[in-house]
């Protein structure tokens, strides 16, 4: 059975720092892209970042230059370091991990606020 925990969430002030980190495990096939959503109240699950099994990285345009995801594939695991923050990246965070089929973590809840 796959298992994906989610771990790093918390308060932070804005222009503070998070990292989250995702481990996987249960898994027995190639993990295609590993990557991250959030969904902030009131508002549908979107994109933040993803990693293909290549290193290749994609951003949504609200994050780039601030955050930054990175995968270990001999430990299954995947992390967002979080620069910069600002009250609009308030939202629960998901990890997702595609090996054809697309696993979701529970999520974990970032709030950026003074």
């Known amino acids: 059975q796959v298992h994906l925990v989610e771990s790093g969430g918390g308060l932070v002030q804005p222009g503070g720092s998070l990292r989250l980190s995702c481990a996987a495990s249960g898994i027995h096939n190639s993990i295609r892209v590993m990557a991250w959503h959030r969904q902030a109240p009131g508002k549908q699950r979107e994109l933040v970042a993803y990693i293909g099994s290549g290193g290749e990285t994609n951003y949504a345009d609200s994050v780039k230059g601030r955050f930054t995801i990175s995968r270990d594939n001999a430990k299954n695991t995947v992390d967002l370091q979080m620069n910069s923050l600002k009250p609009e990246d308030t939202a629960i965070y998901y990890c997702?991990?595609?090996?054809?089929?697309?696993?979701w973590g529970k999520g974990t809840l970032v709030t950026v606020s003074s």
């Open positions: 997702l991990v595609n090996t054809g089929v697309a696993y």
